[in-house]
């Protein structure tokens, strides 16, 4: 099975910033979309962003729109997250996640992708 490693988590201060990546390892891979979800304690794996290959297009959640921005090599099939203005609530596993299948009305439910990682620590301080 492909492989998704995430990295860059940690603990930092609220207002300061990380930047997560995730790069695919093992069989070639070629993905339609990969994104990020989050999962705080107690509470449900959440949408974060994602990018889709072709275009390039990005989405975004409400909560994260203009301070975190999603990028992605399609040749290596490696996404990152730059998260900028980080705050408490912004703690949470994240997960990264990729799409294998081709086009998808929706990019925000854990059934639209066929890969996962095993996911990063974001512990945000006030």
């Known amino acids: 099975q492909v492989q998704l490693v995430e990295s860059g988590g940690g603990l930092v201060q609220a207002g300061g910033s990380l930047r997560l990546s995730c790069a695919a390892s093992g069989r070639t891979f070629s993905s339609y979309a990969m994104g990020w979800f989050r999962q705080a304690p107690g509470k449900e794996r959440e949408f974060v962003s994602a990018?889709?290959?072709?275009?390039?297009?990005?989405y975004y959640a409400g909560s994260v729109k203009g301070r975190f921005t999603i990028s992605g090599d399609n040749a290596k099939n490696t996404v990152y997250l730059q998260m900028n203005s980080l705050r408490p609530g912004d703690t949470a596993i994240y997960y990264c996640a990729a799409r294998e299948r081709g086009y998808s009305g929706s990019l925000v439910q854990r059934s639209d992708y066929d890969y996962w990682g095993q996911g990063t620590q974001v512990t945000v301080s006030s």
């Open positions: 990018i889709t290959w072709s275009g390039a297009s990005t």
